[in-house]
Every structure is written in structure tokens, then in C-alpha cells.
């Protein structure tokens, strides 16, 4: 019998302290017979707050179904669970229920304030962190407590001494606009009688430094303070418990994102946490009213930052110097701990990296985040540390003061992100294509920390807009990553209203990077909502951003000319391109501006289709006309009656054919053989930047030339997506050649090895190599569309889309392709083989085989020779090939 399962709430696995009163739900069905489909549903919620609800649905819907009865008030909660009536007449089971809880929905909830143990503070280096005590009595028998808590600054919770998982809380916002709490469900921690609440507060992104070119202390205020209002609910219901606050210096005497940690363990506080005298010296905080600040306090949308992964290294060596030298292996954004027993006052440093340069370790990449941790010890036996505040990028450290007698493995690393659900992989029979693809999961994951990030090494670390825009479908293949970018896109949303524009990079830190309006970053606000909506249905995501949206596409309208075309201002064109020297990474050989009418083209043509989803017809119509205004102007400019492209590169080819902005199929046919010219006089060798990279292998095969994108994708020299690779990269990285051949390091200010952006080509190898493609939103209908090459023997991709595991895999043999389909209940694909019509197919597990035909990239074809490529011409001339 089938039955439902996986229920979700939003876009979350649990629904507990949510922050909506209307939560969608959805669901998934397991073994269906094969073909069927739901025809209805059956929802039952049993609530702590009124009537329980029981209601048949008439609809197909299984994903964010809208919420029935009343919507929840605070603290309520709710059961919940469905169970679907298929269209042959059966029933499946009910699926497990799912405690939903809300948070606190009203800003009267809050009957606290601030507390703070420094209200402002010198920054001569980071400054240190503090510890926050309380204790309260429980007389009665205590049904459910909850914590509510936020801060100015970054927290850590214990209740009577026991802690939880989160790390960094509350998380980076435009703290101006956006202030998110935590729930947390200490009922298991509380005890009859007395109890403490321990809080160890620091600077965080809240006042800590901010931003590159020395940064900036205080961003957001001078305070670091905490909020937080426990309620315990007993025999006599629920009540806030009132709390008295004192603080103490804490071990951490220095801590900062860029900086690192300094622990000095001969100042802790034995049992400061727990209940009863607490030794050290105590002062009151002191209270700030909430009513002070403009932020609105609000529920998180995506998952907490936690440690989701332990690494050991992989060699130790002991260096002439004394330094200890660990290899990790991989490039992470993480942190070291260990377990020591030293001297009292014994130092250990922590010194970090992602490369070595020279046989040492190549810090001037991280620029200014001088990224040292320094552990003093209390003469413990076995003390255990690893620093709390602070987060580096490295795959190398060198441990100054290791002790002789102690065994160092000891250390380790562990890996902290934003705690997302892995929804997508991909395989071949290419190990290094394999690699790569690791690599771009790594650089998410290093890069996902609460916010979407360029880079999670250097003194920046910022949620610059054109890095996701470009990586957002890939993004959202890989993880459930709606959470995190629906905060990111609201920080965009306020902080547009306040500066006017869509800047380029969010939350903003005023640095000294211009502030101009620039194509393909801005485009941000435009793009993500929409690859999020074609991803995962969310229509109510789109209707939150559309105002966002079409700001954007108004304010270029407004820097436009009246005949659509954007040819004036700052613009960061196609950033990055090879050619470009290391000191200017902005001079690109394709012409700005043609970028930036483009991308106008483009957003306007989004914003139109997102009108007519939400049902806005007048604005549909209006931006379709925006739209084609730009579109016209682009042709007029930039396009020769006979297809050539101004720039003439294959950035300026690759977005007139990606962004559908030429006339005619003689046109697109007439670029795209023009692309593949450029594409085999450059020795497939990559010739573009930011912009022109996510998209010219999609062009390449949209024009029928998917060998040269294989070739191109392929490629092992620099500069190639596989170069790093030969060069034991692990992420990818921010240059094509941020480390050279010879093993030296790009000698440009920015020199990161881990940026995602550049891998954004995933989605390519996803959709095209894969060929799993979504057609609908939300996967509803997919298409399944393999394009074997490159020599590739075979190739999967899987998908964990919101219907259930969408899988998808390919051999060839002999002549013969075969492919393997496997779809869930709910899901429609259409399957095209080369060479035949597509076949509509529906749940269950399907193969499907085909004669394909014999390419220059079948394993058994002749070798295609690179003429470009010295080793190959070489080879040519030994063969006879060549002169």
C-alpha cells in the first residue's frame, strides 16, 4: 500500500517556532502505483488552541498547500498530518504527525529588554567576549519552557550547564531592518528548584569589523546586548519568568570573525552556568529599552549554523621551526579544536590557510583576517578547546607550541555551515569532472554560513549579489537552500528601500566599494526570487520579492535611454575575464554596457512572467513592452543584420544566445557557429568571466555545438574549470589561475580559493550531462534529456525535489544508449533521447535505450587533436600530423 511520508512544514523539516500563522504544508507519497496520481487529500490538525480540524481537499496539490482553519496566535501548537486519496480509488495511509509550534508573532510578545555587559568598547584589535548569568526558581512541576533569544552581537546558551548545537547565533541581517530570534526548548534542562541561564555574548557582525580595505568596527552600534525572555509553562499556563542579569569577563579575552581567538583558560569560571554562589566578579547589566531600536524582530526562515562535519588530518609534520604543520585535505570553513594537557600559562597558536606558496603557508591572500587562535592553558589535565566566536577558511594550519609529550591527533577540524538537507548529486565516469563537482559542493558549503558569501577566508566575506545570482540554480540543486536565501533576499528588500538601489553585495558594509547600480549583480533581486520560484513553487516567495523586483527593473528603466538601451554608469561587466590583469580584474574585452542592456532585457522579461503568475495583468503587460523595448535596443546596437555580436568574444555570444536576444534562428545559427569559432581558436581554453562562464556552455549546446561545451568543460590547462583540479584544488576557486603552474600564487589583491561562482557550470552538468531539468515549477514536470560526450562512459543525477527523489542515469555501449528514469508520484517527464520524440512518462521506474550516433567524443571515436595546446601539438608532429 502506498502512504505518505516526509511531511514539512514551509520549507522546513520541523515547525517549531516557526514565524508564520499560515504555515504551508507539503508531502510526499512512496509507492504509488506506478501511473497513479493524488486526486484529493485528507488534512487533520489537532490544535492546543481551539477545535481540532479534520477537512478533504479536492486537489492534486502536495507541495505548500495552504493552511486550513484558523491561523495559529502565538506560542499555539499545532498537529498535523495528511494522507492522500489517489485517482484509482485508494487511500494511502496517514502520514506521521507533525507537531508545528509558532513563535512569537506579535512584537507585544516581547515583554523584555536589552541587556548589555558593555554598551561600547575601544577597537584598538577585536575585543573580548563576555559572560551573562541569571537564576530563577521553579516551583511547580514545569509542562514546557521555552527560551526566546536574540542578540546585538553573537550568543551562546546554557541552561544549569548544558548546551545546545547552534553556532553563531543569531546570524548575520541587515540588523537595521531585521533582527531574527531563536526558539529553543529548554523543558528538558529545568529542574525543580533553582536554576541558572549562562550566556556567553561577543561582537559578532553586529559591531565586530566588517568589510575589506581595513574594515569597519561598529557597524551596526556600539552595544553588544542580549535579548532574552524565558516562559515556562506549568498547572497555572504560561508565564514570562522574570530574569536579573549580571555579567562577568569571560576566557575569551579577543575574538572576531576576521581576527581569530584568544583564550586564556586560567580565567574561566567553574559552574558559572549552573545554579548556586558563582565565583569571579559580577555586575549588574545594564538594560537598554527594545523600544530604542528599529529592527523588527523575527523568526529565522533558514536552518541554524552548526557544526556539520569533523575532519582529521590527513598528515602531520613536524617542522624544523617547531611548528607542527596539519593537512586537513580540504578547503572548509570551520574551526580547530583539540584536547591538551600543558602548563599552567602554556600558549598554543593556531595559524591557518588554504595553500601553501613556497613550502609555507600562503596568508596574503587572507589580506588583513590575520586568522590566529591562541589557547593559554590552566594546567588541566585533558582541556578540551576550540574557539567559539570566530570562523576561518583553511585546509593547512601550523600549530605553534604543540606539546612534545602530547599526541597530535588531538586536533581536528570541524566543518560549520548553515545546517541544510542535501538535495542533489552528480556522477560520471570522469573522476576529475566528479572532483570539480565536489569541489563546487565544498565551495557552498564553505560559502553558506547563514548568508550566501563570496568567500569565508579574507577580510570580506560578503553576501555580494552577483556571486548568487550567477550560482542560484546550482545552489538550489545541491541543498534546500530556499531558507537561507529568503533571508538573504529580504536584507536585499530592506536595504534597497534605504539606499535607493540594489547594491552590490547585501547586508551592506559602507567599505569603499561604489554603490553605483551595476548589471548582473543588481539583477540579483530579480533572478534568485525567480530560480528559486522554477525550483521549488513557491509562489508566496515570489509575491513577497515582487516589489523588490520591480524596483530594480524601474531603476534601470529610469538610467536607460528611451530606446532601452543602459549605456552609462558604473558597471562591473564580465568580471574577472582571463585576459584581464591580475591588478585591474574589471577590463574585460566585452563591452559593459552590452552586459548591462542584457541583463535589462532579461530581469524586465522576469519581472513580466512573475506579473502573470501572481496575476497581475497590468503589470504584465507593462514589462513585457519594458522588455522588448530593451531587447530591440540590444539587436539595434549590438547585433549585425547577419549574427556577428559587438565585443565579438564569447561573453557578448554566449548571453545574446543564453538571454534569447537575437532576431531569428539565422541569427542565433550565425552566433552560435561564431561562438563555436572563438570557442576552438582559443584552445578551449576559457575566455570568459562572471558572467559569460555560468552560461557559455548552455549556448554552445543550445546552437547544437555540445562537443565544443564538452571540450571547453573538459579542459586541463589554465584557464579551465578542471585546471584547478590537476592543481589539487578542493573548491573552487575565485581565478581561474589563483595558483600558477609553477605553484605560485596570482599576485592580485584578490586571491581566494574558494569562491563558488566560477561553479556555477553545475547546473549545466545537471541539466545538460545529467539531463535532469525541470520544466514546471517545483519539478511538477521535468525533462529528462541526457546528451552523452566528452568521452563519458556514463553519468547520473539525482534531485530530492519537493515530490519526492527525482533520479536519473545513463550508459553507453557499444552504439547503445540507455538510460534509467526513475520518477515520484506527482511528477510528469518527458524523455527525448537523441534522435527520437519525447515520451511522457509518469511515477515509477523506467529504461528507455537508443542507438546513438558515433561523435568525435564516442570513447571509440578518433582523438580530436588541440593545435592550441603545446603537449598535444607535440604529439601531432610525432604523429606526422602537423609540421
Known amino acids: 500500500m502506498s502512504y505518505t511520508t516526509d511531511l514539512r512544514v514551509e520549507h522546513r523539516e520541523d515547525g517549531f517556532g516557526i514565524g508564520v500563522p499560515e504555515p504551508r504544508l507539503s508531502w510526499t507519497i512512496v509507492d504509488a502505483p506506478h501511473g497513479v496520481a493524488q486526486a484529493a487529500y485528507d488534512i487533520e490538525i489537532v490544535r492546543s488552541h481551539g477545535a481540532a480540524v479534520a477537512t478533504r481537499v479536492l486537489s492534486d496539490l502536495s507541495v505548500l498547500v495552504p493552511w486550513v482553519g484558523e ?229 529565522p526562515t533558514g536552518p541554524p549554523v552548526r557544526v556539520t562535519e569533523t575532519l582529521i588530518p590527513i598528515s602531520i609534520e613536524r617542522r624544523t621551526n617547531g611548528r607542527l604543520r596539519l593537512d586537513f585535505g580540504q578547503n572548509i570553513s570551520g574551526r580547530i579544536g583539540f584536547e591538551v594537557t600543558a602548563p599552567a600559562g602554556h600558549r598554543i597558536e593556531l595559524h591557518h590557510a588554504e595553500v601553501l606558496e613556497d613550502d609555507e603557508l600562503a596568508v596574503r591572500p587572507l589580506r588583513t583576517a590575520t586568522s590566529v587562535d591562541v589557547y593559554i592553558s590552566a594546567g588541566g589535565r585533558g582541556e578540551r578547546w576550540m574557539p567559539r566566536f570566530t570562523l576561518h577558511g583553511f585546509r593547512f594550519a601550523e600549530v605553534v607550541g604543540w606539546p612534545e609529550d602530547q599526541d597530535p591527533a588531538a586536533l581536528f577540524a570541524s566543518v560549520v555551515h548553515s545546517d541544510m538537507t542535501r538535495t542533489g548529486w552528480f556522477s560520471s565516469s570522469n573522476e576529475m569532472l566528479d572532483r570539480f563537482h565536489e569541489n563546487v559542493v565544498w565551495s557552498m558549503r564553505d560559502n553558506f554560513v547563514d548568508l550566501p558569501t563570496d568567500c569565508p577566508q579574507r577580510d570580506e566575506r560578503l553576501g555580494w549579489s552577483g556571486d548568487i545570482q550567477v550560482f542560484a540554480p546550482t545552489a538550489a540543486y545541491l541543498y534546500d537552500s530556499i531558507g537561507v536565501l ?170 545574446a544566445i543564453a538571454f534569447d536576444l537575437l532576431a531569428n534562428d539565422e541569427q542565433r545559427d550565425a552566433a552560435g557557429r561564431r561562438l563555436s569559432e572563438l570557442v576552438q581558436n582559443g584552445g578551449y581554453l576559457i575566455q570568459t568571466g562572471f558572467v559569460g562562464t555560468p552560461i557559455v556552455c548552455d549556448a554552445l549546446a543550445q546552437t547544437g555545438h555540445m562537443d565544443d561545451a564538452y571540450h571547453l568543460l573538459l579542459q586541463t590547462e589554465a584557464p579551465s574549470w578542471l585546471y584547478a583540479v590537476t592543481m589539487g584544488a578542493t573548491t573552487v576557486w575565485e581565478r581561474w589561475d589563483s595558483m600558477r603552474p609553477d605553484g605560485s600564487l596570482n599576485p592580485g589583491e584578490m586571491t581566494s580559493f574558494n569562491h563558488y561562482a566560477l561553479g556555477a557550470v553545475a547546473d549545466f552538468m545537471h541539466r545538460r550531462i545529467g539531463g535532469l531539468e525541470p520544466i514546471e515549477p517545483g519539478y511538477r514536470r521535468v525533462r529528462i534529456a541526457p546528451q552523452p560526450g566528452g568521452k563519458l562512459t556514463h553519468a547520473a543525477a539525482e534531485h530530492l525535489s519537493p515530490y519526492g527523489l527525482i533520479s536519473t542515469r545513463w550508459n553507453r555501449q557499444d552504439g547503445l544508449l540507455t538510460v534509467h528514469v526513475t520518477i515520484p508520484t506527482g511528477v510528469t517527464a518527458d524523455v527525448v533521447l537523441p534522435g527520437a520524440d519525447a515520451q511522457i512518462v509518469h511515477a515509477g521506474s523506467h529504461t528507455f535505450t537508443a542507438p546513438i550516433r558515433r561523435s568525435e567524443d564516442d570513447p571509440s571515436a578518433p582523438r580530436r587533436w588541440n593545435i592550441h595546446n603545446p603537449e598535444e601539438r607535440r604529439q601531432m608532429i610525432e604523429s606526422g600530423l602537423a609540421s
Open 71 to 299: 491561523p495559529l496566535i502565538s506560542r499555539e501548537t499545532a498537529d498535523v498530518r495528511v494522507r492522500a486519496r489517489l485517482d484509482d480509488g485508494r487511500v494511502t495511509n496517514w502520514s506521521r504527525s507533525l507537531r508545528i509550534e509558532a513563535g512569537l508573532l506579535q512584537p507585544a510578545d516581547w515583554a523584555v529588554d536589552f541587556v548589555s555587559p558593555s554598551l561600547e568598547a575601544p577597537h584598538p584589535s577585536a575585543r573580548p567576549a563576555y559572560l551573562l548569568r541569571s537564576e530563577f526558581t521553579v516551583d511547580e512541576a514545569v509542562r514546557a519552557a521555552r527560551i526566546y533569544a536574540t542578540a546585538h552581537g553573537v550568543f551562546d546558551l546554557e541552561v544549569n550547564g548544558r548546551t545546545g548545537s547552534e553556532i553563531l547565533s543569531p546570524g548575520w541581517s541587515s540588523y537595521r531592518h531585521r533582527l531574527r530570534y531563536r526558539t529553543v526548548d529548554v523543558t528538558e534542562m529545568i529542574q525543580p528548584g533553582a536554576n541558572a541561564l549562562g550566556v556567553w555574548l561577543a561582537d559578532g557582525w553586529f559591531r565586530g569589523r566588517l568589510g575589506f580595505n581595513g574594515g569597519l568596527w561598529d557597524n551596526y552600534g556600539s552595544d553588544v546586548s542580549l535579548l532574552l525572555q524565558l516562559e515556562i509553562t506549568d498547572d497555572e499556563g504560561t508565564r514570562s519568568v522574570p530574569l536579573s542579569w549580571t555579567w562577568a569577563e569571560s576566557p575569551i579575552t579577543a575574538t572576531g570573525l576576521y581576527e581569530g581567538e584568544q583564550h586564556d583558560h586560567r580565567l574561566a569560571i567553574d559552574g558559572w552556568s549552573t545554579a548556586g554562589p558563582a565565583r569571579g566578579d559580577w555586575t549588574a547589566a545594564t538594560t537598554v529599552n527594545l523600544d530604542e531600536f528599529s529592527h523588527r524582530l523575527e523568526a
Open 486 to 655: 529568503t533571508n538573504w533576499l529580504r536584507d536585499l528588500a530592506a536595504e534597497q528601500v534605504e539606499h535607493g538601489s540594489v547594491l552590490n553585495f547585501h547586508p551592506w558594509i559602507d567599505c569603499g566599494f561604489p554603490k553605483d547600480p551595476a548589471a548582473a549583480w543588481g539583477d540579483a533581486a530579480v533572478i534568485v526570487p525567480w530560480v528559486l520560484y522554477q525550483r521549488t513553487g513557491d509562489r508566496g516567495l515570489l509575491a513577497e520579492q515582487f516589489a523588490s523586483m520591480r524596483a530594480w527593473v524601474d531603476q534601470v528603466t529610469e538610467l536607460a535611454d528611451s530606446s532601452g538601451l543602459w549605456d552609462t554608469g558604473f558597471q562591473l561587466g564580465d568580471w574577472l575575464d582571463p585576459a584581464a590583469p591580475p591588478e585591474r580584474p574589471g577590463d574585460s574585452a566585452t563591452d559593459a554596457y552590452l552586459v548591462a542592456t542584457a541583463h535589462y532585457a532579461r530581469s524586465a522579461a522576469i519581472v513580466a512572467e512573475t506579473a502573470g503568475v501572481l496575476g497581475d495583468t497590468l503589470s504584465r503587460q507593462r514589462y513585457t513592452v519594458v522588455a522588448e523595448r530593451a531587447r530591440s535596443a540590444f539587436q539595434h546596437v549590438y547585433v549585425a543584420p547577419g549574427g556577428r555580436v559587438v565585443s565579438d568574444t564569447v561573453t557578448s555570444l554566449a548571453i
